[in-house]
């Protein structure tokens, strides 16, 4: 349940599904050689599967670790193509159970076709011939194809095959029996013997398939201490692998042919042919694919990314915070499903096929019964031998609360069935119609009939006799409506009925003049009641159940948490301990008077991959704060001897600087001689005390040693520094007050004192001209005799 988590957290994409769980951890990944016995890989094949299933028994045998039933399942993470409704179901449990908003389960395939075409831009026109794609994917374990008609801002799944038992590990697994033979004869070891021996086997086989896809000589294989302190050694080329696997090779053409056969293609309709997934790297892979369709295949998708980032588009399309370019996805139905009832008629049952196989979806149908009571419906799978899932019954729904009408007569029943958008098969509603009579309303406002005179059940259950309403739906929502196709459904090309004819309007009104008067007929309001159903689904998990296992991973999520915070604890330990032994030896040296800490470190570490290697966070917590109970006073000696010389240095600034205003403002500056004298004494004071206190801290301060603890602290002096600057700046950096001029009695005498002010304030300044003339000089005004 938790793989995601750690998915996030690793910094590679390219990732296999690999888990490594302890009594009290989890491990990720690359530690499956060091854990073999109690690490999970492959889960994705076991999802929603039985433990007594005959292919879990088959794979058990290729699996590190032991597989025992019991309750609980495992978790997947992808939804191929060729999942039944049980897996997929268990996947949206699975979701639900870690908390995931999950969106909509989407198909390899879909979400394959959705990255090639949302970025297309020469796709043809809606009303033109679609372009016909074919996308092939080959990865670890499975391998399937598809079929997908591209018009502009849409693509329709046309069909899908597959082969879930054909994959890279097949490869793989060639080459595993074929070394463990030659390991066996030439060093007489069995690999099978040992798990860890094994796992080492499959991850050179691995690298060694890798190597061939790109070299076509002998390639060595090279593995120290195999077994027993023994080295083993082989080599093999592309031409030995390939007829190694001929009888896999082989396997890829039935695939290819059925989705030819399904969706009636022929080889040259197909317009490219695209592939992805790790597996197709193989040339003789490439080569066969080629071969089958007569053309080059095409690699422009990311083979390993293509299906993650086609769900992520889809993600964003469904989701209100993107902004996404407007692109419709019609998927396909892998599997025919059916309906099984049982009519009111002995030993009889009903058999109808309401999807067939490659059926548009999301898709929904309504199924018309009439019925005086409750009934069942069972849906299954219509080809059980096309499923590769052991159960082919899908579930049973009970249609409740249905009654006969008043008059004895059998309901008319509405039954709504749907293949959504994670392409699980649902009866959605039921719905009984009661017809009530009214004969004074003219105008009804909701769904009226008229009573039908050859209105019987239906008792015999051919396709031509079933009564259905289709809905089809796309990606976005879809409103469905009895009796009418949604705007997404094909127009229907039958003629339409003889109940369903529109009436010519002139020759009923001249029939009507003809005929008498006839009593008017009673129109019939209809309303629908909602019916509960109760389905019975295959492999559901009851909500008891699942509330069960959302309370058992919050649990483990505390439990993670917990761990990770005990980890945090220990190499805070750890990194203390390796950080101050490096500095006692360097900068930290002159400052240490604490004897045996250094031994006290070196104590530590032992401890830590000894008896602490797996203890609980307290102690850790208590660990490292005896440590820091030493260490700290050491760093704080050595961050003071720092700071504490570039305060003094600044504080003696300041107290020289606000001395030289002090005795500025005696000698009658005018800079400062608009200051009250109050006021600059207080400065004078101030200045007093802070060089008296710095005097006393500096030879206070000159009699202790580095490895003692400072007589002033650096705080101390920056709090003397604070205060001075409070008490001083506000009073030097008082303004001077502004002299407003005095108002001129005539033009001349207010020229004077213009000219007088403006000196005085700027003896550089340029002197007023009028008439382009300069004015006498301000000396010349003022010894002039005026009247």
């Given at each position: 349940l938790r793989y995601l988590h750690y998915l996030l957290g690793s910094s590679s994409c390219l990732v296999s599904v690999v888990l490594c769980i302890s009594d009290n951890k989890c491990f990720f990944m690359l530690l499956q050689i060091t854990h073999a016995h109690n690490t999970v890989s492959n889960f994705k094949r076991f999802h929603g599967r039985a433990f007594n299933d005959p292919f879990v028994q088959k794979e058990k045998e290729k699996l590190s670790y032991d597989l025992v039933p019991m309750k609980n399942g495992g978790v997947g993470v992808k939804v191929p193509s060729f999942f039944t409704d049980a897996e997929r179901r268990s996947l949206l449990d699975a979701a639900q159970i870690v908390g995931l908003n999950c969106l909509r389960l989407m198909n390899d395939m879909t979400a394959v076709a959705l990255n090639y075409g949302i970025y297309k831009q020469d796709l043809p026109a809606p009303e033109e011939k679609p372009r016909i794609v074919v996308f092939v994917d080959m990865g670890h374990s499975a391998f399937q194809v598809s079929a997908c008609a591209f018009n502009k801002s849409k693509l329709k799944v046309l069909g899908t095959a597959f082969d879930p038992f054909l994959g890279g590990r097949n490869f793989d697994g060639k080459l595993v029996d074929y070394f463990c033979a030659e390991i066996k004869s030439k060093y007489k070891l069995d690999p099978k013997t040992k798990v860890r021996a094994l796992l080492r086997l499959y991850q050179e086989c691995e690298k060694l398939k890798k190597l061939m896809s790109s070299n076509s000589t002998d390639i060595p294989l090279n593995i120290e201490c195999f077994m027993n302190d023994t080295d083993v050694s082989g080599k093999m080329n592309r031409s030995q692998f390939e007829e190694l696997c001929a009888d896999l090779l082989q396997r890829i053409e039935m695939p290819l042919l059925s989705l030819m056969e399904q969706t009636q293609l022929k080889v040259e309709d197909v317009n490219a042919v695209e592939i992805v997934g790790g597996a197709t790297r193989i040339p003789a892979v490439k080569e066969r694919i080629a071969k089958f369709f007569g053309k080059d295949v095409s690699t422009t998708l990311n083979a390993d990314e293509a299906i993650a980032r086609g769900c992520a588009l889809q993600c964003a399309i469904l989701s209100p915070a993107f902004k996404v370019r407007e692109f419709s996805v019609t998927d396909a139905t892998p599997f025919p499903i059916s309906l099984l009832w049982n009519t009111e008629a002995e030993d009889t049952e009903g058999v109808h096929e309401v999807f067939s196989r490659n059926h548009a979806a999301p898709f929904s149908k309504v199924l018309t019964f009439y019925r005086k009571g409750p009934f069942e419906l069972e849906a299954f799978y219509s080809d059980p031998n096309g499923v590769p899932y052991p159960e082919s019954k899908i579930g049973r729904y009970v249609i409740q609360n249905v009654a006969a009408q008043k008059d004895g007569e059998k309901s008319k029943v509405k039954v709504k069935v749907r293949v959504n958008t994670h392409g699980i098969f649902s009866v959605s509603t039921a719905s009984m119609v009661e017809p009530v009579k009214n004969e004074e309303c003219e105008d009804v406002s909701v769904e009226t009939e008229v009573e039908a005179q050859d209105q019987r059940p239906i008792e015999n259950f051919s396709d031509k006799n079933i009564q259905q309403e289709n809905s089809e739906a796309g990606t976005q929502s879809q409103v469905q409506t009895d009796g009418q196709q949604t705007s997404q459904s094909p127009p229907s090309s039958e003629p339409p009925s003889e109940e369903n004819k529109i009436p010519d309007v002139k020759k009923t009104n001249e029939k009507k003049g003809d005929q008498p008067p006839e009593a008017k007929k009673p129109k019939i309001k209809v309303k629908n009641v909602e019916l509960p159903i109760e389905a019975n689904l295959v492999w559901q998990l009851g909500k008891d159940l699942l509330n069960m296992y959302i309370e058992t991973e919050g649990k483990m999520i505390m439990q993670d948490k917990l761990e990770k915070e005990r980890n945090d604890a220990k190499n805070a330990v750890e990194e203390y301990v390796y950080e101050f032994r490096d500095k006692l030896s360097g900068p930290y040296e002159k400052f240490v008077c604490e004897k045996g800490f250094s031994a006290l470190l070196a104590e530590t570490e032992g401890w830590l991959y000894e008896e602490g290697e797996d203890e609980a966070k307290q102690v850790y917590v208590e660990k490292l704060e005896n440590?820091?109970?030493?260490?700290?006073?050491?760093?704080?000696?050595?961050?003071?001897?720092?700071?504490?010389?570039?305060?003094?240095?600044?504080?003696?600034?300041?107290?020289?600087?606000?001395?030289?205003?002090?005795?500025?403002?005696?000698?009658?500056?005018?800079?400062?001689?608009?200051?009250?004298?109050?006021?600059?004494?207080?400065?004078?004071?101030?200045?007093?005390?802070v060089v008296e206190w710095m005097n006393n801290a500096v030879s206070a301060q000159a009699k202790k040693s580095l490895d003692q603890d400072p007589a002033v602290h650096s705080s101390e002096i920056k709090a003397k520094l604070q205060e001075l600057n409070n008490v001083c700046e506000p009073v030097v950096t008082q303004p001077k007050p502004k002299v407003d001029s005095p108002k001129e009695e005539n033009p001349l005498s207010e020229q004077s004192d213009y000219k007088t002010e403006d000196m005085g304030d700027d003896k550089n300044s340029e002197m007023p001209q009028q008439n382009g003339e300069c004015h006498p000089s301000d000396q010349n005004t003022i010894n002039m005799d005026l009247d």
């Open positions: 440590l820091k109970k030493l260490g700290t006073p050491i760093e704080m000696r050595f961050q003071e001897a720092e700071e504490r010389p570039k305060l003094l240095q600044e504080l003696g600034h300041r107290l020289q600087y606000y001395a030289t205003i002090a005795g500025e403002f005696k000698n009658k500056d005018e800079k400062y001689i608009h200051i009250d004298e109050m006021e600059m004494m207080k400065v004078e004071k101030c200045v007093s005390e």
